[in-house]
């Protein structure tokens, strides 16, 4: 099992950034693909991101491509998600989640760690 806490969430204005951090605590960070979610109120979890355990292969949704950077450091067991040019749609709980697997992750059903989330509003 992985333990994953988030921060960085808050409240921007459309066009502003945010970058979101997790912190990886339990088993080896390094053999895990990570990937960030979000969900807003009524509606279903929607996959952000995902990056695989070497960091050289990123994925990422058509609604978010080119805004949205998701990063990780294996040292300091983390994962980033860098968010610019925010959109009002963008608001939602994002979550963080770790995948036991060096494969390409991009459903929620095959993360099983999780983290608790955070919150970031955009506004308009």
């Known amino acids: 099992q992985v333990q994953l806490v988030e921060s960085g969430g808050g409240l921007v204005q459309a066009g502003g950034s945010l970058r979101l951090s997790c912190a990886a605590s339990?088993?080896?960070?390094?053999?895990?693909?990570m990937g960030w979610f979000r969900q807003a109120p009524g509606k279903e979890r929607e996959f952000v991101a995902a990056?695989?355990?070497?960091?050289?292969?990123?994925y990422y949704p058509d609604s978010v491509k080119g805004r949205f950077t998701i990063s990780r450091d294996n040292a300091k067991n983390t994962v980033y998600l860098q968010m610019n040019s925010l959109k009002p749609e963008d608001t939602a709980v994002y979550y963080c989640?770790?995948?036991?697997?060096?494969?390409?992750?991009?459903?929620?059903?095959?993360?099983?760690?999780w983290g608790q989330g955070t919150q970031v509003t955009v506004s308009s």
């Open positions: 989640a770790a995948a036991a697997t060096i494969r390409k992750v991009t459903t929620a059903l095959e993360y099983a760690n």
């Open positions: 990056i695989r355990w070497s960091g050289g292969s990123t």
């Open positions: 339990g088993r080896t960070f390094s053999y895990y693909t």
